[in-house]
């Protein structure tokens, strides 16, 4: 059901809402493993290479299109805080819009350049027909990916965090299937198993899409919400493309620190890899509550509500601080459990330097969880610019321990890369937040 967060306890909302995100950011890791595991079982390895490849390309594609949808969202809960049933749908229909344009425009783009950058990248040959496959089926499914999200975003934004958690699931059950099915038994490949995923994603937003028009009235646009209102194009650009941007200079600074890794060979690669496998469960609890913080702040913006604002970031505070507690002492009594997962015994360079970075990750993680929850607190104030250019600092102090500390330091330098990235996104996300809520203090003084 929707949630107005305007009243009650924000620690509890902000928790409660949290709950269903952190559930559903899990499932989504898994959700992304089936691809991998089920073409490195039944097709081969350089399938399984192939679909590595693919992913992190488009990681920057998919990226920009989650960003965008994020960013809607954050305009739809301002007004649904605000308590403008016209804006809310008005929000909607110019997210649609907005949505179908701009991931055209990425779709044609990934479509025509696809194969040139694998090319820039110096994909192996044995292996570059299954990444091109595998991308240009993503790419032109991109639009079931958009829509997707954007439904759910827009639960979210009206404060039902549970809903998009059960159609995700949903989502999860059908894409092993269907993936099993086209790869396992009909063995069409890597074809099969992106197929499976973009048909998966179809099914799940059609019936997103159909129980929540029907079940919320307040966003069933009427007849006069779909004419284009260019104030709130511009609006929704001014907030979402920034948002997109982001998740575009982030996988810019990923390629660049993997490619130093990969000058120290297949076993160091092997272990960073498994550090960041464990490391993505880590980050889904911050990204889980960054949403509820997000959505949280963009209502009490919405409703003018300056002190719930400040309430909120001290209990995303306590809550991430909580978070960084539980789940890293989890991860320090039982690494030997999850490494396991992914290497055996006899690896022990690999395990050496999975534990390495984790050892000097993991004492930094509580500045990770800041820096992901404030940056998208100080986004739902409709700050932008400072969130985009903290992805630029992060591009910085990764190129830095790639180019420099690694040749210093070696892989302990590529370690302290992320970690330095990380204070010096977080020194300008927590400053913009301090400004940000002086003027909305005057703002907000002045005007009751």
Known sequence: MAKEMTHGKPIKLIFLFMIPLLIGNIVQQLYNMADSVIVG?????????????????????????????????????????????????????????????????????????????????????????????????????????????????????????????YFLIFSAILNAIFNFLAVAIFNFGVAGSAMSTVVSQIISSVLCALHMFRKYEIIRPKKTDWKINWPYVWLHIKIGFPMALEFAVTAVGIIILQGAINNLGPNIVAGFTTAMKIENIIIAAFIALASAVSTYTAQNFGARNYKRIVSGAKSNIIIGMLVCLIFSLVLFLFWDVFVGLFVNEGEFEVRAAAKQYMLIAILNYPVLCLLITFRCLVQSLGRTVVPVLAGFSEVAMRSIGAFFLSNVLGFTGICYAPVLSWYAAFFMIITSYIFAIIKLKKQFTKKC
Request: proline share 2%; glycine share 10%; net charge positive.
């Open 41 to 165: 079982k039944f097709v081969g390895v350089n399938a399984l290479a192939g679909v590595g490849i693919a992913s992190s390309l488009l990681f920057m594609s998919m990226g920009f299109v989650l960003g965008l949808c994020n960013g809607f969202s954050v305009v739809l809960a301002q007004r649904f805080g605000a308590g403008s049933k016209v804006g809310v749908r008005r929000s909607i229909t110019t997210s649609i819009y907005l949505g179908l344009f701009f991931t055209t425009i990425i779709t044609i783009i990934s479509v025509i350049f696809t194969r040139s950058l694998l090319v820039l990248i110096n994909t192996p040959e044995e292996v570059i027909d299954s990444a091109l496959t595998f991308i240009l089926i993503s790419s032109y499914g991109m639009f079931s990916l958009m829509s997707y999200n954007l439904f759910s975003g827009i639960l979210r934004a009206i404060g039902d965090s549970k809903t998009p958690l």
